[in-house]
């Protein structure tokens, strides 16, 4: 009966990585909750129906993408321009997913086209943060993603049912649940002097950017800059 | 269901699907330099420094250096992100000085 014995021992390190990733995905709930939940009283107010609602938190999952999406939309902006504005916000995608294939490569690339479809900021910083110590698990990384999508859907339906009616989720701190995240995250990644040059160098080129160019091309172009300053830096100081 | 809406749904998801996709999959096929992967590796400290500064600094688009919460709120949630190194604790200590802050300022 070896073959019973083996699909279990499967079946158990399949719902351990799960769990595990459930768990990572914790703080992000947290933070997608109250978002999402806004994003749904804004796209009921933009004209979309509780259906359409939620099928763009199932189908484009993007926060910042879904509120300029939908405020676009209310304000009677072409669909090809707000196609082609969606997509340049959402280009820093790009980054995390090549990112990640030092840690993913040696999975099939079907799954990895399905592991793709919901990476997003808040999941890519744990998942990333989370392979500096530990082997790659399928189940983990499904788990992380499944949760995060299904708590940000099910705030847009909670969001787009009630309306106005619950107030502004920032007298609960919520708006500081992701900013957070994000310092704990970037504090975690702060492992040596080069990574806090080159992080210090994203800050300021993304504020910089911000302010002289809005439209979210901060996010990717001081990324690009500052990981290229950080390799040219360290090829000329010659340390590996 | 609205056409028009409808339209919006699939044209922003595909553009958005792409980018997320592609890398992953057509990467993990092919060698990559040195170089590259030293890139990559710098990649998650700086996207946080540059989804973070601007969120801090720029709370309604415009730098706000005094009376801002969100800046207020870092300094705390940082203390206790690096002493503790814990998610949580840092997200719930940051949220109670949000609230805070809010309230004072």
Avoid: C
Avoid at chain 2, 58 to 69: S, V
Wanted: glycine letters at 8%; a positive charge; hydrophobic letters at 60%.
């Amino acid at each position: 009966m070896q073959p019973q014995v083996e699909v279990s021992t499967v079946e158990e390190n399949f719902s351990f990585y799960f769990t595990q990733g459930f768990r990572a995905a914790l703080p992000i709930v947290l933070g997608y909750l109250p978002l999402g939940f806004a994003y749904g009283v804004l796209a009921r107010e933009a004209g979309f129906s509780l259906w359409e609602t939620v099928l763009l938190s199932v189908f484009l999952y993007a926060g910042s993408g879904q509120f300029i999406a939908v405020s676009l939309f209310s304000n009677g902006v072409a669909l090809a321009a707000i196609i082609f504005t969606v997509f340049l916000v959402n280009l820093r995608h790009l980054l995390f997913s090549a990112s990640f294939v030092p840690h993913l490569r040696r999975f099939k690339p079907a799954v990895l086209a399905l592991l793709a479809a919901e990476i997003t900021d808040e999941t890519f910083a744990v998942a990333i943060n989370h392979y500096a110590g530990h082997e790659p698990r399928l189940p983990y990384h499904f788990g992380l993603h499944l949760t995060a999508h299904s708590s940000w859907v099910l705030a847009s339906l909670l969001g787009g049912l009630a309306g106005n009616l619950i107030g502004d989720p920032a007298r609960f701190g919520f708006n500081f649940a992701l900013p957070a995240m994000f310092i704990i995250l970037l504090v975690m990644q702060l492992k040596d002097k080069k990574t806090l040059l080159v992080a210090g160098l994203a800050a300021v080129f993304s504020v910089a950017i911000a302010l002289v160019w809005p439209g979210n091309w901060n996010i990717i172009l001081a990324t690009v800059l500052a990981a290229t300053l950080g390799v040219i830096l360290e090829l000329w100081t010659g340390k590996s | 269901m609205d056409r028009q809406i409808l339209v919006l749904i699939l044209g922003t998801a595909l553009v958005t699907y792409l980018p997320r996709m592609l890398p992953l999959v057509v990467l993990s096929r092919a060698r990559l330099p040195e170089v590259f992967l030293r890139w990559l590796g710098f990649i998650p400290a700086a996207v946080l420094a540059a989804l973070l500064a601007p969120g801090l600094l720029l709370p309604q688009g415009k730098l706000a250096l005094t009376g801002n919460p969100y800046l207020l709120a870092a300094i705390p949630a940082g203390l206790v992100a690096v002493k503790t190194r814990s998610m949580a604790l840092t997200i719930v200590s940051g949220m109670a000085a949000m609230v805070l802050f809010q309230y004072w300022l």
